[in-house]
């Protein structure tokens, strides 16, 4: 039985050409080809203003960050399909604040900003006191 096996394999192996060694390669260096050059666009766009958030920007880093974002799109998509929008809970964590709090800062959008609420993180049974404020960057 691994004797056929092997035999099948051997044969299949010595029918494959270049022609095909290029078209399993092609999408993958393809992909990664974009990647690299999508990653090199982030870092330009994240350095474009010189400021203490794009300090730490580097290509590697985006290039992990592209990769990554590769790697869950399966699961975000999955994710995304079990998330009911009608339901009474339809994310993974909510936060709860005073509705007189909020409308607080929401009233002056000027004088708003900066402003902290007190507020709940509800992830699952846990709750977590919290502080949120609202912010313009």
Known sequence: MIRRVLRRLGRIWR???LRDAVGFTLPIVACALYIAVAAAFDYRRARQFDDWWSAGASIP??????VDAVLRAPSAATLRLELDAESADPGIIRIIVDPAAWALVQADPLEGWGVWSDATLVRGSERIPVDVRKRGD
């Open 15 to 17: 029918e494959l050409r």
């Open 61 to 66: 880093g985006m290039f992990r960050s592209r």
